[in-house]
């Protein structure tokens, strides 16, 4: 088993930005893509970045291109989301996902909707606001 934390998350103005940290612990040698989702209240969850077990492959959703960093220190077991320019928007619950999958099946799957990663942390809390 593999187990994902997730932190950073806290109240922002409008245009402010904010890093996200995962730490995976557990059977991280399972692990392989990783991966970013967001769910505001009422809406469903989405799709926000990945990133490929090296660090190498990233993949973005539109609306975190140009604004949201993924990366990764592998000697630390740690995945990041760098957000800047952060909108009212983007207020959501912040999820870290890991996948025994590589890169190319997880682009594949994020693009049909298909969400169904094989470990989920508990979500930190974004909240832009002024």
Known sequence: QVQLVESGGELVQPGGS???SCAASGSIF???A???FRQAPGKE???VAAISRSGGGTYYADSAKGRFTISRDNAKNTVYLQMNSLKPEDTAVYYCAGSRQPMGD???R???G???MDYWGKGTLVTVSS
């Open 30 to 32: 399972s692990l392989n």
């Open 34 to 36: 990783t991966s970013w």
């Open 18 to 20: 904010l890093r996200l």
């Open 45 to 47: 969850r989405e799709f």
């Open 110 to 112: 994020v693009r049909r």
């Open 106 to 108: 997880i682009i594949a």
């Open 114 to 116: 298909d969400y169904g």
